[in-house]
């Protein structure tokens, strides 16, 4: 069992939060009861992971989207049930956006990138004013469309690939979720490929002009891994029962 404040100060000093201009808060979200012994984690404050959270008896759910994204906004519609159900429940809500994207072994792209067998070789992709991606190399070169296929068992989810020019694929740079806007740093920084969650429109021209490759892996699925690890991790900490809820989301 661990103290509501205590928990969120042990995260924010882990993720170190403070760093981070988000675009909404990150810690605590909503408070709930005091004392927390069963910590819920999703990669989304959805009202069924609030829902599942509340029905698994979680005293705080730990997400990386939250649901508070720095615009004042009326309570209504699917924010006043997301909120109605952490209300009733008296379940805290810990969020960590950037902070989880950016940590350099606990986030998201530190642990797709260690999924993927890469060694871990620093920092790229700025964002408001962070750097949040992570770059990698390869054990070994793979061809452009077994590393797709690889990527879809990794991350179990169907890939987009947008090809580059190499045919073969050594250095890459994750950034997980809507990370597609860092492809031109991808290449920059010398990967042969971006790995993100998804691909737009232009994403497919930008790979060809590039040559870096784009593999668009699920914006869900790249970000159902970290938050849940670092449950696991302050839940040992801590003594806490770790509830992990991997809801559906094929997008
Ligand atoms: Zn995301």
Same mark, same amino acid.
């Given at each position: 069992m661990i103290q509501r404040t205590a928990l969120t100060a042990d995260l924010d000093r882990l993720l170190e939060a403070a760093r981070f201009r988000d675009y909404g808060p990150n810690g605590l979200q909503v408070e709930g009861r %005091? /004392?927390?012994r069963r910590l819920a984690t999703s990669a989304t404050a959805s009202l069924a992971a609030c829902r599942a959270a509340a029905l698994a008896g979680a005293d705080a759910l730990l997400v990386h !989207?939250? *649901? *508070?994204?720095g615009r004042c906004e009326p309570i209504t519609g699917p924010l006043r049930a997301r909120l109605g159900v952490l209300l009733r429940a008296e379940m805290s809500l810990l969020a960590y956006h950037l902070p989880l994207d950016a940590h %350099? /072994? *606990? #986030?998201n792209n530190a642990v797709a990138l260690g999924r993927l067998g890469a060694v871990a070789e620093g920092a790229f992709a700025e964002h408001r004013g962070a750097l949040i991606g992570r770059l990698g190399t390869l054990p070994a070169t793979e061809d452009p469309l077994a590393f797709g296929r690889r990527l879809e068992v990794v991350f179990q989810h169907p890939v987009l690939h947008c090809p580059g020019s190499s045919s073969a694929i050594r250095r890459i740079g994750v950034v997980t979720g809507? #990370?597609? #806007? !860092?492809l031109l740093e991808a290449a920059a920084a010398g990967c042969d490929a971006l790995v993100t969650g998804e691909a737009s429109e232009q994403s497919w021209h930008e790979a060809a002009e590039s040559g870096c490759h784009l593999f668009a892996c699920g914006h869900h699925a790249t970000e159902d891994l970290a938050v849940h690890a670092l449950g696991a991790l302050v839940g040992e900490r801590h003594g806490l029962i770790h509830l992990p809820l991997h809801l559906p989301n094929p997008v």
């Open positions: %005091p /004392e927390i !989207h939250g *649901l *508070l994204w %350099p /072994e *606990l #986030g809507g #990370g597609q #806007g !860092h």
